[in-house]
């Protein structure tokens, strides 16, 4: 029985090489006007509102709707360069930043310099007009100050200059990942192919499938508002699997062309195998992506959305515009030739290092299976004490001057640090009882450890209808006491003193927000886990109609998660390599991350696992027992799943040198986690488990039916050694 999918891939690849020059001209005017779509229509962003969530996400609308300005804000922090603060040359320079702030013309108000409680430091507090984006002019006052009190350490941050510092520190970052990336990826396409056009094919279906997706974004954030890292999540998941496609397509059309074949039946030969293989795996990142939707959140939202259409955009070039160049290029794709590296290559025996590793693997299965769990146990099992967060202060590297003076602001400035927003909303006739009730939960709060002074008055709006008391608390954000202290304002302080007026209440700011999408994300985690195993039990079920291929993917998919989130606890929780990284550990892993690794891990993973499961399949349907289609089907596969790795490996440690805490974090969990899934889990425990079962990993069939494409009879006799 014909497969459908492969009937799919092989019809479409049979047409477009058939006609390459309408396949190649239809795939550029398709990117062209995917690319066209982003400059006609404009990409609709997240705003706010889309970030609500929980009881903080109710306090922030009641904030929204009750008209309260929340204008940018600027901050100057005087304190001493060494020793104590001289109070009276302290006074001066937050008296000439004052005079300096107020006539520019960005400025509405500068409040009067207030004192820390502890006397260390002067903070002077400039409140912004609604358009004024730009921080430069105050900036500029700052370090005339500084020059005049050079004794004196005076330093800016605020809403707009803290912003753009980490914005152009992020854009440095991207940047100069992307900068070594294309050359890393283009060098270890050359190794893999000894020839410059096979090197370039892949990153050029990876580039337009990127470009095609960017644009089409465009019209479809209209509908899911588009983040502002969702641009990153497409080139990271766009570069990753249009290379991996390439590389699987382009491997087997020059394995088949070796034997003897035409370049139009090499196409269709590997438009019936890998092409098949690419549908499959594609389905099943698709897959995996969707299981973002499950967190309800704005955030994965946009990159599930943008991640399944880069992959779909992928996998079109991969079936129509691919084959299509193969065809026209037949033999001119292995020129030029890069001399020295092709002469190597050709006389490089295929799979020669793999079949050391899986000598003995086949030959010991048992013991070999029993020797890798171990060390994939060992790598897991912290993290099951993973602590997640949201990204704040802490997590900011010190190297960003704007950064450092707003930490060392909150320090000195509880008020400036970790807050709770209590809002209230009633009648405007209840203004006074709910001003009493909010000062009893404010003298409560501050009996308790959890809460101090914070200094600040009770705000009410206009209208008298909606109060805000702001709550301090003795605590870095991410100590694990603020979630107390929250949790006890929502449940007993704020009760206690509003249940008898019977108004609507809410606890919000920056630290109910975290509280509350972390709770989110720990009750729904499970939930996506649950879903994304589902999906590739069925994926690989329905694919190889095996109930055992399917339980053995789903359990070596979470082996790999496993040690992804082991990783990130050890290194970023625990301080792991702190020096080598070049980062200080908050003690926490950053809240959106442990998702986000999981789904691009389990995409990429299913990609070469659904190649090695295909080809394995493909010696047992010619006749070989399944010990030995597994020993030749890795050997066959192992060239291509090394370079695959080797590009995402590469790209990812890229990202593990970068400044930014949550880009080292990604890119340490992905690398690390594929090196070892490459290895260990790819060419120890799969093969292991295979031959352990044999005939078995078929079930219920005793043995898979044919593909149905051609089987070549030159085919070289196999060995178990």
Request: proline fraction near 5%.
């Amino acid at each position: 029985m014909t497969n459908p999918i492969s009937s799919l891939a092989h019809r479409t690849a049979r047409w477009c090489a058939l006609h390459p020059w309408r396949a190649i001209l239809g795939w550029v005017a398709f990117v062209a006007f995917a690319v066209g779509l982003a400059t006609m229509i404009p990409t609709h962003e997240t705003t706010d509102a889309d970030y609500r969530l929980g009881e903080s996400g109710r306090a922030d609308a009641i904030v929204a709707s009750a008209g309260f300005k929340d204008p940018d804000t600027e901050q100057v922090l005087i304190t001493a360069r060494s020793g104590d603060l001289d109070t009276q040359v302290a006074e001066q320079a937050a008296g000439a930043v004052v005079t300096g702030m107020k006539p520019l013309s960005g400025v509405d108000e500068v409040a009067e310099p207030q004192v820390s409680p502890d006397g260390s430091a002067y903070l002077v507090s400039i409140q912004l007009a609604r358009d004024q984006d730009d921080a430069a002019p105050l900036q500029a006052v700052t370090k005339a100050v500084q020059a005049d009190f050079p004794q004196l350490d005076v330093r800016q941050t605020g809403d707009v200059s803290l912003d753009d510092a980490i914005n152009n520190r992020v854009a440095d970052d991207l940047s100069s990942a992307e900068t070594l990336s294309l050359p890393v990826t283009l060098i270890l396409m050359l190794l893999a192919f000894g020839a410059l056009i096979a090197a370039g094919i892949p990153v050029l279906l990876a580039g337009t499938s990127v470009a095609a997706t960017v644009g089409i974004l465009a019209p479809v954030s209209h509908l899911i508002h588009a983040d502002s890292t969702v641009t990153s999540m497409i080139v990271l998941i766009g570069m990753a699997v249009g290379v991996d496609y390439s590389l699987f397509y382009l491997k087997r059309e020059r394995e088949e062309r070796a034997k003897g074949h035409s370049s139009r039946d090499a196409v269709e030969i590997a438009a019936q195998t890998s092409g098949h293989s690419i549908l499959v795996s594609g389905a099943a990142v698709i897959c995996a992506m969707a299981g973002l939707f499950v967190m309800g959140d704005s955030t994965f939202n946009s990159l599930a959305v943008g991640s399944i259409i880069v992959v779909a955009v992928a996998v079109l070039g991969s079936i129509t515009v691919l084959p299509a160049l193969l065809a026209k290029l037949g033999r001119w794709v292995d020129r030029p030739r890069v001399p020295l590296l092709h002469r190597v290559m050709r006389r490089s025996r295929r799979g020669a290092i793999s079949g050391r590793v899986l000598g003995p693997v086949v030959r010991h299965p048992l013991v070999s299976l029993a020797m890798a769990t171990v060390v994939v146990v060992l790598l897991a099992i912290p993290a099951f004490g993973m602590k997640t967060h949201s990204a704040n202060l802490e997590t900011l590297p010190s190297s960003i001057p704007e950064a450092k003076t707003a930490q060392d602001l909150s320090h000195a400035f509880p008020s400036e640090g970790t807050t709770a927003d209590l809002v209230v909303k009633a009648k405007a006739s209840q203004q006074d009882e709910v001003a009493a009730a909010l000062a009893q939960v404010e003298a409560a709060a501050e009996d308790t450890p959890l809460f101090r002074p914070s200094g600040t008055e009770i705000k009410v709006s206009k209208d008298g209808t909606t109060s805000v008391l702001t709550l301090a608390m003795p605590f870095d954000e991410s100590d694990h006491r603020v979630d107390t202290a929250i949790k006890e304002l929502r449940s007993e302080l704020a009760p206690a003193a509003l249940e008898d007026l019977k108004v609507e209440h809410a606890v919000g700011g920056d630290a109910a927000e975290s509280l509350d999408f972390v709770q989110r994300e720990q009750s729904r985690l499970p939930l996506v886990i649950g879903f994304v195993l589902l999906l590739t039990l069925l994926i690989m079920g329905v694919t190889f109609r095996s109930v055992p291929i399917a339980l053995i993917s789903a359990g070596l998919n979470l082996a790999s998660v496993g040690v992804a989130f082991g990783l990130m606890t050890l290194v970023f929780q625990h301080g792991w390599f702190e020096s080598a990284l070049d980062f200080s550990s908050p003690g926490f892993i950053i809240d959106w991350l442990p998702l986000f690794v999981l789904v691009v891990l389990v995409g990429l993973w299913m990609d070469y696992h659904v190649f090695v499961v295909s080809r394995i399949r493909e010696h047992v349907q010619r006749g070989l027992p399944t010990r030995l289609a597994v020993r030749q089907g890795i050997a066959d596969t192992a060239g291509v799943v090394t370079s695959a790795a080797a590009v995402m490996v590469s790209v990812f440690s890229i990202f593990a040198t970068l400044s930014m805490l949550e880009m080292k974090m990604m890119g340490v969990a992905l690398s690390g986690a594929i090196l070892l899934d490459a290895t260990l889990i790819r060419l120890v425990m799969l093969p292991a488990i295979l031959c352990l079962l044999g005939d078995r990993a078929w079930w219920p069939t005793r043995r898979p039916q044919p593909l149905g494409h051609r089987v070549v009879e030159d085919e070289p006799a196999y060995e178990l050694v």
